[in-house]
């Protein structure tokens, strides 16, 4: 597989030089391979860009947090949005600090790699993985090992377009498992030996865009220790086959899937992979439609604990909100643990029961209410025509 422009994340040399040989030392090549480097310039703002970071199922510190935060109030605008696929937007990040920018988020243990451009985007999961009372299982150690495997790996760095990711035992789904390139769903199987095993149902094509599709199962049951083989294998495929690299409208996994149908790329899996898959149980079933948001006050399955998940309107969310989130966490959480949503909401997890209403208090302080009219907690937004090139709205 021969990549078109080398090495995209080396990108961040020309980004350095344009600091001090200006904008226009940026040629048009290097403005595209910016995207590797989660960087996209504004639309109607020559000079600037949004700079998108990456957060595998949506985890990330106190700590982390206030960087973004204080990144926005002094170099920015003071706000960022929240992603659909759990990451965060950073806007008005002019063309002579974005290197620095890159070092104080990478310092802050913060990657961009990957975030935009033709590769494996952020690798989405249940928020509440691991603390959820009704999961399957934890998904989210899953969810970290193929983040690990498609960050910067130049292997995968020249896809025929975005690649996403999705891995979850949640119930209810709420990482849209539907509409993601490949996704990874909790399923339970009876082994021969009659004992229970947990493992994932594997769901290849969804996307929406312009011509939508929802994946489709392939019937297949991977076991965790087995998931990163098997995508790795899958994404492979889809790879190196050169028709889906000939028109761009095109070039996405779900067409090749719609093309080929589950049968034959299941064959083809089996094949590359050299062994043959498990079928998933005939008895699995899909979730009722409901609410897939974690908004609100609930039970963990660790005695004592909770988690709060406060809506964000339009994801959009300034450096003060952020700051206190941060403080929140610290004083009255586990002091480390903040996840994102693809739903563009915030949840803060380990809350002992005594300082839930500290938490609720606080966050209503600087107008993250969970108390949201239904549209404040439902709606869901891209950055539109505001920044992004490619918005009609």
Avoid at 32 to 48: A, I, S, V
Avoid at 67 to 90: E, F, H, P, S
């Amino acid at each position: 597989m021969k990549r078109q422009y080398g090495n995209p994340f080396a990108v961040v040399q020309a980004i350095e030089r344009a600091a001090v040989q200006g904008y226009e030392s940026l040629s048009d090549q290097d403005l595209f391979m910016c995207k590797w480097l989660g960087l996209y310039t504004h639309r109607h703002e020559p000079g600037y860009f949004m700079l998108r970071t990456k957060h595998p199922n949506g985890g990330l510190t106190p700590d982390q947090l206030d960087t973004i935060a204080q990144i926005a109030a002094t170099k920015n605008k003071g706000y960022v949005d929240i992603t659909t696929r759990q990451d965060v937007q950073l806007h008005w990040v002019h063309y002579t600090q974005a290197a620095e920018i890159l070092r104080e988020l990478q310092a802050a243990g913060v990657s961009t790699l990957g975030a935009c451009g033709d590769v494996a985007r952020n690798v989405v999961g249940c928020p509440v993985a691991g603390v959820e009372r009704e999961e399957l299982f934890d998904s989210s150690p899953v969810a970290y090992q193929l983040s690990d495997f498609f960050l910067g790996n130049l292997a995968f760095a020249d896809l025929p377009r975005k690649y996403k990711i999705s891995v979850s035992a949640c119930r209810s789904w709420c990482c849209q498992p539907e509409i993601q390139c490949v996704a990874l769903v909790g399923a339970v199987r009876t082994a021969d030996d009659g004992q229970t095993e947990i493992g994932f149902d594997l769901r290849v094509g969804g996307g929406l865009s312009t011509q939508a599709f929802i994946s489709q199962r392939l019937k297949a049951f991977v076991r965790p220790a087995e998931a990163v083989d098997v995508v790795k294998t899958l994404t492979e495929i889809w790879r190196d086959t050169p028709e889906y690299r000939q028109k761009r409208h095109r070039a996405r996994i779900k067409f090749l899937v719609h093309d080929w149908g589950v049968e034959r790329l299941r064959q083809t899996l089996e094949e590359r992979l050299g062994r043959r898959l498990i079928d998933t149980p005939a008895d699995y079933q899909e979730p009722p439609d409901t609410y897939r948001d974690h908004v609100g006050v609930h039970a963990q399955r660790q005695p004592g604990l909770y988690y709060v998940g406060a809506p964000v309107l339009v994801g959009r969310i300034t450096s003060p909100q952020m700051k206190r989130v941060a403080d929140l966490c610290r004083r009255y959480g586990d002091g480390k643990t903040i996840r994102l949503t693809v739903r563009q909401n915030i949840l803060l997890l380990n809350i002992p029961e005594a300082n839930v209403d500290k938490v609720l208090t606080g966050l209503a302080d600087v107008g993250v209410s969970i108390n949201a009219h239904p549209v404040r907690r439902s709606v869901v937004t891209c950055t539109g025509t505001e920044f992004c090139k490619l918005a009609v709205t």
